[in-house]
């Protein structure tokens, strides 16, 4: 290639990114939005109305309806989904930030020296299958399982704690895969917080708790933030957890898709039940993210 | 402190500055006292076995290059060290275990510290707020403050939003809020380019006589510390070398390490050949007979000596001088224009001799200079320009 057809293909470069995004996701997006207004049949694939060209599009788009998302409202088995979804995942959340701001406070405030391996313990259990180590709390859980057997060889408990297959196990084994991804913005967050500061709110008479609330605990909501959104997104969708850890009573949304999908090869109802759960998602991150700029704007 | 026989000297300016010298007067009581403090931090011993007290309404820069103890020893003052031996006290009470939140000393930070959150005027407020103050009042004081910076209408901004001089105002303002009796000033200047500094200095030296407080300044610069300071402290590895008002430390230092560390200095080496009365005289290799007004009894004959002499305090001619018997040949090595004094560098003692800085004072427009690369000069001073220091 010449210089010259270099530079002419130079353009292509900031470009690049934008076509990943429309390739991997724009496309699947418009490919589900459209099922979700497609309703199923017995056909390959299993929903119709089928796109026939652009000569065809008036009738096409006259075939698409809103039935499946008449359904979602109307049947209580999905809002009721939904909201428990959106209970166990702000739970999990609050359950990762009460654990995870001490632990990545205590991690910063370390010694240099030890961070980097405090660090690579928070990061170890992604060398692990996730799946392995959530039936690895099957076996931890489950009556009789290592969890009573220690309890109940201290003397702490006299009877099996039933955990296993309630909502206290599912939150455990949520707690526990999330956590990393608390900690670890946070940690940033904490880490780079300048000394001199605390020193300063204690030269002018703060008690270190005051200074905590005052300095600390104000400087790290970006990273209190962006910890709760990487916990709590993925959270609200998820599957696995609820589906091995949980009970008939703990239907999570993720959980709905899944059966609808695959096992009631439903297509159109399960890519509606994405999109609405979608929706509820982004909806408020752009509120925010809208907030913060017109805050930033008006400083 | 220092080396005894050569402690004692004649020159003892001191009194050009103002009649300010609590110091001197036995029944001052001083408002902060360290006891022979020591502090280590693993292997290294950052201040050893350091006694200084300092008065109210005293302005004192500690002056050393970085890791000779200044900043730990500030930092002891404030809280944030905690002395692994000796005592610290303040208005004659031990706060060496009080913690930093308790003590009525703030500081001001060397990266200033200040808040990015809160507004200008909550950073002033925040030690107010600490207090218990009511708001009406907080509000009033920190007016008060931000005037007092030239800072008014500034309170609503962010730090971010602010020159570095005017952090600078900010911090000194939030450290000022509480009225201490003492403030502690962290290299102050460092952020600033010259003119600012300069113009600030100044500032400070009002500010600091207007509110009465006593400043400890700690700085690695000179100029900064000899402007503002009622006494300077010059610090190395950790202990005092030498205290005292800066004219007194310039013009008398107690040690070549001082006499190098403040100010420039030429050192020949020499040797005594006669002691009478007041006058010493110095044999030296590359100068030959020199004499010092100096009374200094330490001295013996056939002692090695050094003599310093200020660039300053040399005169440079090309005829030979008449009268005194200071005067050396040389050759000029080197000239440097500076604007206000030229340094010229002169060779005595003929090749591979001592290089001699002289300043001369620039005190016409004219641009055609008198000497030149490679004359031959007479260089010439006063029995009382040369110092005598320990070898």
């Not at chain 2, 005293?58 to 000796?86: N, Q, W, Y």
């Not at chain 2, 030979?320 to 000239?335: M, S, T």
Request: with cysteine; glycine share 8%; aromatic share 8%.
């Amino acid at each position: 290639m010449s210089a010259t057809s270099r530079q002419r293909l130079g353009w292509l470069v900031p470009l690049i990114p934008y076509l990943w995004l429309l390739a991997f996701f724009l496309v699947p997006f418009a490919i589900v939005l459209r099922m979700a207004f497609s309703h199923a049949d017995t056909a390959l694939p299993p929903y119709a109305p089928h796109f026939a060209g652009f000569a065809a599009i008036g009738e096409f788009l006259a075939a698409l309806d809103l039935d499946n998302l008449r359904l979602l409202a109307d049947d209580a088995l999905y809002w009721q989904s939904y909201l428990y979804s959106l209970r166990i995942a702000g739970l999990t959340t609050l359950l990762a930030l009460a654990i995870g701001y001490p632990l990545a406070y205590a991690m910063a405030s370390a010694p240099k020296s030890w961070r980097g391996a405090l660090l690579v313990l928070v990061i170890l259990p992604f060398w692990t299958s996730f799946l392995i180590r959530v039936y690895a709390w099957i076996g931890i859980l489950r009556p009789d399982g290592l969890l009573d057997a220690a309890l109940m060889g201290l003397g702490l408990t006299r009877e099996p704690l039933r955990l296993m297959n309630t909502e206290a196990a599912v939150l455990i084994g949520m707690v526990y895969s999330y956590l990393p991804f608390m900690v670890l913005p946070l940690f940033a967050e904490l880490e780079k917080l300048d000394r001199s500061l605390l020193e300063a709110a204690a030269d002018l008479g703060a008690r270190p708790w005051t200074a905590f609330l005052t300095v600390t605990l104000p400087l790290s909501i970006p990273g209190v933030l962006a910890g709760c959104a990487l916990v709590f997104i993925p959270a609200v969708g998820e599957f696995v957890i609820p589906d091995l850890l949980g009970g008939p009573d703990t239907i999570m949304i993720g959980k709905a898709l899944w059966t609808e999908f695959f096992s009631n090869r439903d297509w159109p109802l399960a890519s509606a039940v994405a999109v609405v759960l979608l929706v509820l998602l982004v909806l408020p991150l752009v509120l925010l993210q809208r907030a913060r700029l017109a805050r930033g704007g008006a400083a | 402190m220092g080396q005894g026989t050569f402690a004692k000297r004649k020159a003892s300016p001191g009194s050009v500055r103002r009649a300010f010298q609590p110091w001197n007067d036995p029944q001052a009581r001083p408002l902060v006292e360290f006891r022979n403090v020591t502090k280590r931090f693993g292997p290294v011993t950052a201040v050893d076995g350091l006694s200084l007290s300092l008065y109210p309404r005293e302005f004192f820069a500690l002056l050393g290059p970085s890791g000779c103890g200044k900043t730990t020893l500030m930092r002891m003052l404030a809280g944030f060290e905690r002395p692994d031996s000796g005592a610290i006290l303040l208005d004659g009470v031990d706060i060496t275990a009080v913690p930093p939140h308790l003590r009525p000393v703030n500081m001001m930070f060397q990266s200033y510290a200040l808040f990015p959150h809160l507004s200008v005027a909550d950073n002033i407020g925040y030690g107010l707020r600490r207090e218990g103050l009511a708001r009406p009042e907080i509000a009033r004081r920190v007016a008060e403050m931000l005037a007092l910076v030239k800072l008014e209408g500034l309170g609503a901004r962010r730090p971010d939003q602010l020159s570095g001089g005017q952090r600078q105002r900010v911090a000194l303002a939030r450290s000022l809020a509480k009225r201490p009796k003492l403030l502690l000033l962290d290299e102050p200047m460092a952020a600033l380019d010259r003119k600012l500094r300069e113009a600030t200095q100044f500032e400070l030296m009002d500010l600091q006589s207007t509110l009465g407080t006593a400043f400890m300044v700690v700085t690695h610069d000179q100029d900064e510390a000899m402007t503002m300071a009622d006494r300077m402290a010059v610090m190395d590895h950790g202990r005092l070398v030498q205290i005292g008002p800066p004219d007194v430390i310039y013009e008398a230092p107690v040690s070549r390490y001082v006499a190098e560390f403040v100010g420039d200095i030429n050192v020949l080496e020499g040797r005594v050949s006669a002691v009478e009365g007041d006058l010493v005289r110095v044999e030296s290799a590359v100068a030959g007979p020199l004499e010092l007004d100096e009374d200094a009894p330490g001295f013996a004959l056939g002692d090695t000596l050094l003599v310093g002499l200020r660039p300053e305090k040399i005169a440079l001619s090309h005829d030979e001088p008449a009268q005194g018997l200071n005067k050396v040949r040389g050759e000029i090595w080197d000239i440097g224009y500076l604007g206000d004094v030229t340094m010229i560098q002169v060779m005595v003692g003929g090749e591979g001799g001592t290089l001699l800085k002289v300043a001369l004072a620039n005190r016409t427009r004219r641009i055609e200079r008198p000497f030149a690369w490679d004359d031959a000069v007479w260089l010439s001073w006063d029995v009382e320009a040369g110092l005598a220091l320990a070898p």
